[in-house]
């Protein structure tokens, strides 16, 4: 069974980091790109970023504007997000996703639980 | 960049009843890469339909993807309670971002 467990969500000033972990299991980590897709609470889902099995292919949604960098490390089945520069705008639920290809093209088959961001002074 | 529309915004209907729920794209969808995702309330989503037309697995024969190019179409027959949720629809061609359209929400009347 594919798992997705999110970590390191949390309260955070705006201006400062975080870093979002997620632990992998139940599928071979580095055949799949892996994503990040947020949802401010009450509101729909947003893509935020996608990563390719070998992290050759990289992209972020625009609202991103340098400030997010995603990483993997297949030795360990998990996904990074490091958030830097966070604003209250950033407040939302982190979702770790599977990709369904190596190369990030394709829907996403299966969902973490989500971990909250809260940014705010 | 891609945007991707859904209709209704909400869509309240009786158990036994059949619900058409509508994602249209700004630009065509290549390879008619167009997901459909439901979200139970206070659940992460899950897939139901891949490929504009493809049921995932565990998805409900109920559960019908129809479409291509710009305009897709999400039919849920013999509604249940258990289907009150929010229906998002997703892009995931060539084109990056993969944008998410802003949702549809099912709830019994």
């Known amino acids: 069974e594919v798992q997705l467990v999110e970590s390191g969500g949390g309260l955070v000033q705006p201006g400062r980091s975080l870093r979002l972990s997620c632990a992998a299991s139940g599928f071979t980590f580095d055949d799949y790109a892996m994503s990040w897709v947020r949802q401010v609470p009450g509101k729909g889902l947003e893509w935020v970023t996608v990563i390719s099995w070998n992290s050759d292919l990289i992209a972020y949604a625009g609202f991103v504007e340098g400030r997010f960098t995603i990483s993997r490390d297949n030795a360990k089945n998990s996904l990074y997000l490091q958030m830097n520069s966070l604003r209250p705008e950033d407040t939302a639920s982190y979702f770790c996703?599977?990709?369904?290809?190596?190369?990030?093209?394709?829907?996403?088959?299966?969902w973490g639980q989500g971990t909250m961001v809260t940014v705010s002074a | 960049e891609f945007v991707l529309t859904q209709s209704p915004g909400t869509l309240s209907f009786s158990p036994g009843e059949r619900a058409t729920l509508s994602c249209r794209a700004s630009q065509t969808v290549s390879g008619d890469s167009l997901a459909w995702y439901q979200q139970r309330p206070a659940r992460a989503p899950r897939l139901l339909i891949y490929g504009a037309s493809n049921r995932a697995t565990g998805t409900p024969d109920r559960f019908s993807g129809s479409g291509s190019g710009t305009d897709f179409t999400l039919t849920i027959d013999r509604l249940e309670p258990e289907d009150v949720a929010f229906y998002y629809c997703q892009q995931s061609g060539n084109s990056l971002p993969h944008t998410f359209g802003q949702g549809t929400r099912l709830e019994i009347k």
């Open positions: 996703t599977k990709q369904e290809s190596a190369m990030g093209r394709g829907h996403i088959d299966a």
